[in-house]
């Protein structure tokens, strides 16, 4: 390699990122099992092709001096079966040669790492004839699917002639329908630095945690929105989908191992969640529908989930990787029906069919070829489409919710405009229901006291000041008591009627509590205001009230007023002229009754006189 390590060589097939001098070095180098590179492990190189492979296993396959020249030669990326067999094996082992030219540089050799990454399915890792670590449980045929790892080659693994013998140990059993035994992942075999391997394995997985990221925070903020409503079906729908896809996201790329999670805890959460996604995407397709779930659909996914959690809680994974299969090939039963609806939802011109359709498609297309090459192949290899089919479906429905919830808003908004106008015109009916009193359908006591503030506050000619008048009807709980409130009822109307025909446009007229009414009569001349009020008096006393008691018999009854007359003083407040019309009634009825008494004050003097 170049800066003291050695420069290393590799055979034909070997990839390499620099195509122009790994053909120069071939043609200056002899061709053999073992790599004799001119490439500095600066960058990483790949060492995925021409490893020995036996499809036996015996302990000196590790060591240092095993002569492996006889072994027939693979790719890692190779399914683990032997020619003219279909059948996977069981363990199988791997050796690779590296030759480092002198003279040795230990201490870059001390920085030496290796990596593998997505190893299907157990692996133990020897250098030098050391063991490094494994992934997965080779002896106990114990898978660790998509398991990356990047292990540090001791100084001592490299002989002193510079040579590196690399030995895998592999499971290469069978777990699924489709399945072709253990292999790695084409593009992730690598010998380098340790620390740019360490690096480049930590940053390959960043992607796919800020996606699962997004799609938590995603969940929670639908959550948060059905929270507020219960009507926001879609958004419940909807956080259930990127919740599951963000589970999923973060177990397919190895993030478990970040909370210790086994492989056994992650398969299942990888199952769960691939249902949580296929149980939850059904059921927003249809609630985008504005459509309820057919009955039988409703039964088909609460077994589905019933199964699903049985399958996983069981304790045994082989019989989940096994069983897992049939229950995605059970979850196409649901397509027909879907498209259908898609179908009859397009025919009717509902706006969103269109999008739905395009989103469901997309979906399913990456799904399917994923859970071929990936949960039924096991092909590590493939392209896996899933993220851009999600990322597809997201794009879609989030604009579709997005445009819904805008709707819905602008539903909701003219619902509270609308509760608005109707809260104002309960809140006038109840201010008016406080300023009219129902029964003479005259001012109440806070009515005419808001009219009359308004009104003496205008006033300013003295000479006329306001009149206030406080009417009382004679002896009227004797008469209730012995009629009863009807009776008593209808006399306080004809006396507000009576009342009302009699005042001016102007005036104010209103029941000031009870029996006892309020008259304000501003503008006119004393000697005009006691006329007034007299001709009023007469009205009451000469004319019986005509009424109907509880058997509808006729009766005629003799009423009679008291009036407590006094005027306003300008500048006075409202409550002072009441009392002094409350002192002339009182002292009206201490006086016999059906009269006018009046308490005014000359000016300058202050002497009431009646």
């Known amino acids: 390699m170049s800066g003291g390590i050695g420069k290393a060589t590799g055979g034909a097939g070997v990839g390499s990122l620099m195509p ?14 073992a790599e004799i590179g001119q490439r500095s492990l600066q960058a990483p190189m790949s ?15 590790s060591s240092v001096n095993f002569d492996d020249t006889a072994w027939p030669r693979r790719s890692l990326s190779d399914p683990r079966t032997v020619a003219g ?45 050391l063991k490094l ?59 380098g630095d340790y620390v740019t391997l360490k690096q480049s394995l930590r940053n390959s997985k960043l992607p796919s945690l800020f996606m699962g990221s997004v799609l938590l925070l995603f969940s929670l903020f639908a959550f948060y929105l059905y929270r507020c409503s219960d009507s926001l079906a879609d958004y419940f729908w909807f956080g259930c989908v990127c919740l599951a896809t ?23 959460l990888l199952f769960l969640s691939m249902v949580g996604v296929l149980t939850g995407g059904i059921t927003l397709v249809w609630s985008l529908m504005n459509e309820v779930l057919p009955r039988w659909l409703v039964f088909y996914l609460s077994g589905l989930g019933a199964v699903s959690l049985a399958l996983a809680l069981q304790p045994s994974l082989i019989v989940l990787i096994w069983l897992r299969d049939f229950v995605w090939l059970t979850v196409s039963l ?29 979906f399913l297309i990456s799904i399917w070829h994923d859970m071929y090459y990936v949960s039924f192949s096991r092909e590590l290899g493939a392209v896996t489409y899933y993220p851009f089919g999600f990322s597809t479906v997201l794009i879609i429905m989030v604009s579709l919710i997005g445009a819904r919830f805008g709707s819905q808003m602008q539903v909701l908004e003219q619902a509270v405009q609308s509760r608005i106008a109707e809260l104002s015109e309960t809140n006038e009916q109840l201010k008016t229901l406080s300023e009219r009193d129902s029964l003479t359908r005259l001012d109440t006591r806070r009515g005419i006291q808001q009219k009359a503030v308004s009104l003496l506050s205008r006033l300013t000619d003295v000479s006329r000041p306001p009149a206030v008048a406080i009417l009382d009807i004679d002896g009227f709980k004797v008469l209730n008591d012995r009629y009863g409130h009807r009776i008593g009822d209808q006399v ?17 007229i209103g029941r000031w509590g009870g029996e006892e009414f309020i008259v304000i009569v501003s503008g006119a001349e004393r000697t005009e205001v006691i006329a007034r009020l007299e001709a009023f008096r007469k009205l009451v006393q000469d004319r019986p009230f005509y009424c109907v008691d509880d058997n509808a018999n006729d009766l005629y009854c003799d009423v009679t007023v008291t009036i407590g007359l006094t005027y306003h003083r300008s500048g006075e407040a409202l409550e002072h002229a009441l009392t002094r019309a409350d002192r002339a009634l009182y002292r009206g009825k201490d006086q016999g009754r059906n009269q006018i008494v009046t308490i005014d004050t000359v000016v300058n003097t202050g002497e009431p006189h009646a």
């Open 20 to 33: 122009w001098l790994l053909l120069l070095l071939l043609f200056l180098s002899p061709l053999s099992h």
């Open 47 to 61: 060492i995925l092709d021409d490893w020995a492979f036996m499809p036996d296993d015996k302990s000196e396959y």
């Open 492 to 508: 306080l109307t004809e006396f507000a009627d009576r009342l009302r025909s009699s005042a001016r446009s102007h005036d104010l």
């Open 133 to 191: 670590g494994s992934i997965g449980g080779v002896d106990k045929g114990y898978p660790d699917f998509r398991k990356g790892e990047v292990w540090r080659i001791p100084a001592e693994a490299v002989t002193t002639d510079g040579r590196l013998v690399l030995a895998l140990r592999v499971w290469g059993g069978s777990l699924s329908l489709a399945d072709s035994g253990a292999h790695f992942r084409s593009e992730a075999q690598m010998l």
């Open 85 to 129: 067999e279909e059948r996977p094996l069981g363990i199988v082992w791997y050796r690779k040669v590296i030759q480092f030219e002198a003279p040795i540089d230990y201490a870059r050799i001390s920085r030496l790492g290796l990596q593998l990454e997505a190893v299907n399915y157990a692996v133990d890792v020897y250098a030098g004839g």
């Open 334 to 362: 649901v397509v027909p029906a879907l498209f259908y609806l898609l179908y009859t939802k397009v025919r009717q011109k509902l706006p969103e069919a269109r999008l739905v359709t395009l989103a469901v498609g997309v």
């Open 246 to 268: 963000a589970v999923f996201t973060l177990v397919h790329n190895d993030w478990h191992s970040l909370f210790g999670l086994s492989a056994g805890i992650s398969e299942r």
